[in-house]
């Protein structure tokens, strides 16, 4: 096939389906994946899709917060982050074992760990998250092994997983690109989904900080139903019919007042 061919057959795809693994377009225009690799820097740089890890999304002219790269969505909501970690961290307890996975939200609550506790075990695959943590010479910071993604600057992998699975945790508290009543939890970051849902089942209690911007938004990737998890914590922007529809569905969330 052209490369001209190829370059149509994967915009249109895109157009349809918003976000594509790199994997798929290679099975989809059956070429190798350095192909694919080379066709999407060519249609990056001609401005119809951004590349992200492991693939590909449409590019939007909009301000879609679902598929930046991690440094454009670190200052993005930066105060309400900083709401929900406020909230979040009024969930703990002192000696507990809590995780965070990756993500800009999680940051947050990571710089408010360090100053409101003293003895916790925290488990995480986000490496700025350590280093936050190790300003705490009194926390058990353990973390996973696996690959290192430059771009989110997380681990990934089985490895990762494996280290995950050998703890049980009291509360986790879980980062996501989007979440809707109809989709669950979503994410575009292909690894970082089997690191999520390794971490929810060795949880008691489950919890999702999100800002409010990310309600009723949808990634690519399904991570879980609503219903896995315990409660939502949020920032007070959030609109008063969605926690009214959240709760009368059996969904929990937590704002400030």
């Known amino acids: 096939m052209l490369q001209e061919h190829r370059h149509q057959k994967i915009e249109a795809f895109l157009k349809k389906q918003k976000a594509v693994k790199a994997t798929e377009l290679a099975s989809l225009l059956n070429v190798s994946i350095d192909t694919i690799r080379r066709d999407l820097e060519a249609l990056e740089k001609k401005g119809s899709v951004k590349r992200v890890h492991g693939g590909a999304v449409l590019k939007q002219s909009n301000n879609n917060v679902l598929n930046k790269l991690f440094n454009e969505r670190e200052v993005e909501n930066l105060e309400k982050k900083q709401e929900v970690a406020a909230v979040a961290v009024e969930l703990i307890e002192e000696g507990q074992a809590i995780a965070l996975n990756g993500g800009t939200t999680t940051i947050e609550l990571a710089k408010v760990l360090v100053e409101r506790f003293q003895r916790l075990t925290i488990i995480t695959n986000d490496i700025r998250i350590l280093s936050i943590l190790g300003a705490n010479k009194n926390f058990n910071v353990i973390l996973s092994g696996g690959f290192f993604n430059p771009e989110e600057y997380t681990l990934y992998g089985s490895q990762c997983e494996k280290v995950l699975s050998d703890f049980n945790i009291d509360i986790a508290f879980i980062t996501v690109n989007g ?76 704002s400030p007042n």
Do not use: M, W
Not at 188 to 211: C, M, N, P, W
């Open 179 to 254: 979440l809707s009543f109809e989709h669950g939890l979503t994410d575009f970051r292909v690894h970082e989904v089997g690191v999520i849902q390794t971490i929810l089942s060795r949880t008691k209690y489950k919890v999702v900080v999100a800002d409010s911007s990310k309600f009723e938004t949808s990634s690519y990737i399904n991570v879980c139903p609503l219903t896995d998890i315990d409660l939502i914590v949020t920032d007070r922007s959030i609109p008063s019919n969605i926690i009214e529809n959240y709760s009368n569905n059996g969904i929990r969330i937590l």
